[in-house]
């Protein structure tokens, strides 16, 4: 199986209202990553991440397709239903360990990453 594998960066709207300057005191100068595999035959194989950085998310090696799935939003389906876009930052970045977590495509836990 093949992969396209594409990198971009999505501004949130955080970082352009705030000019990535820190929000009472809590600064965006930090980056927080989620990082998917492919599981397939008892082989776990790195596909790529989501990286959140001082505010906007970057799909860094994901397949296309799978870029394009997250950049339409996630879903949460409990009441009230709200979708969470990549300009949502954080908030996108918590839903996708919740949305991908089956059997052949896993997203791992939020993970802090050194700046």
């Known amino acids: 199986m ?3 594998r594409s990198a ?9 209202q705030q000019g990535g300057i820190g929000i009472e005191g809590f600064s ?3 980056m927080k990553q989620v990082r998917f595999f492919h599981i ?3 082989d776990v194989n790195y596909l790529g ?3 959140l950085k001082e505010g906007k998310i970057r799909f860094d090696g994901l397949p296309d397709g799978l870029t394009h799935r997250l950049r339409e939003g996630l879903v949460r389906w409990s009441r009230p239903r709200k979708r969470f876009l990549p300009k949502d930052g954080l908030a996108f970045l918590e ?3 919740e949305t991908f977590r089956g059997s052949y ?3 791992r ?7």
Do not use: C, H, Q
């Open 40 to 42: 397939e035959k008892g």
């Open 28 to 30: 965006l100068n930090y």
């Open 109 to 115: 836990a939020i993970e802090d990453m050194d700046t």
């Open 49 to 51: 991440r989501v990286v």
């Open 2 to 4: 093949s992969f396209t």
């Open 95 to 97: 839903m996708i360990p």
């Open 105 to 107: 495509l896993n997203a």
């Open 8 to 16: 971009s960066w999505v501004a949130s709207p955080v970082s352009i």
